[in-house]
């Protein structure tokens, strides 16, 4: 017969009792039962080299450890493989793809049974960012101007992650800085030539500058 679940089971065949890791039913052992992934996601956008996470809802039926592995192309595992915890594995990788385009990232989960099964696949999309901001100027002085004060604007747009600040440089120094798309400096200029320009830079890092343009 059987006792609870690990325990012992005594088949009418046999001698001595047999341990059962998952139990017993019908004076058999259990086998071990897969794991089930229920779903995996990865937050946000990241460009080359920067650290992905991916995390998942998964459960095991015994109770058992459990690790995630994900990979680039359908039952791979060479994007990452985490380590074996009791609930919602994870495992992170440097992000791999230098283009601005979505990719399919396959997962699984392993747990640390005899023998070691593995759940069904799941996938979830990570959108890499390796495109620079495009930084347009909206409104500034040109050429030769009469005194008083001046307003430079500048936008700028990003078509992956966003766009984060805008600087504005006057005579190759940080006029003003703003967060989002849009930034405008109002100043008074010395008498004599000056120089400005502006840079960005999205959520993820990338940056780019603007032609210098002059006036006097």
């Excluded at 380590?83 to 791999?96: D, E």
């Excluded at 699984?108 to 799941?122: E, K, M, Y």
């Excluded at 890499?128 to 409104?139: E, F, M, Q, V």
Aim: hydrophobic letters at 25%; glycine letters at 10%; charged letters at 10%.
């Amino acid at each position: 017969g059987c006792t609870s679940s690990p325990g012992y089971c005594v088949n009418t065949n046999d001698v001595v009792a047999e341990f059962c890791t998952y139990g017993c039913s019908n004076n058999a052992c259990n086998g071990n039962t897969a794991p089930t992934l229920s779903s995996v996601s990865v937050s946000g956008y990241a460009k080359s080299g920067q650290t992905i996470t991916v995390t998942s809802l998964g459960s095991e039926p015994n109770n058992e450890q459990m690790r995630l592995l994900c990979g680039s192309s359908s039952g791979a595992s060479d994007l990452c493989t985490g380590g074996y915890v009791a609930s919602s594995p994870s495992c992170s990788f440097a992000n791999p793809w230098g283009d601005s385009s979505d990719h399919t990232i396959y997962c699984r989960i392993h747990d640390n049974g005899a023998p070691v099964l593995t759940s069904s696949q799941q996938t979830a999309t990570f959108s890499a960012d390796n495109s620079a901001p495009t930084i347009t100027l909206t409104g500034g002085p040109s050429s030769t101007v009469a005194s008083g004060s001046q307003t430079i604007s500048y936008t700028a747009s990003d078509i992956r992650s966003g766009v984060a600040t805008i600087n504005i440089i006057v005579d190759g120094s940080t006029a003003k800085s703003c967060s989002g798309s849009s930034c405008s400096y109002t100043f008074t200029p010395s008498y004599g030539p000056h120089t400005y320009s502006a840079s960005a830079t999205d959520n993820v890092g990338n940056s780019a500058s603007s032609p210098s343009s002059s006036f006097t």
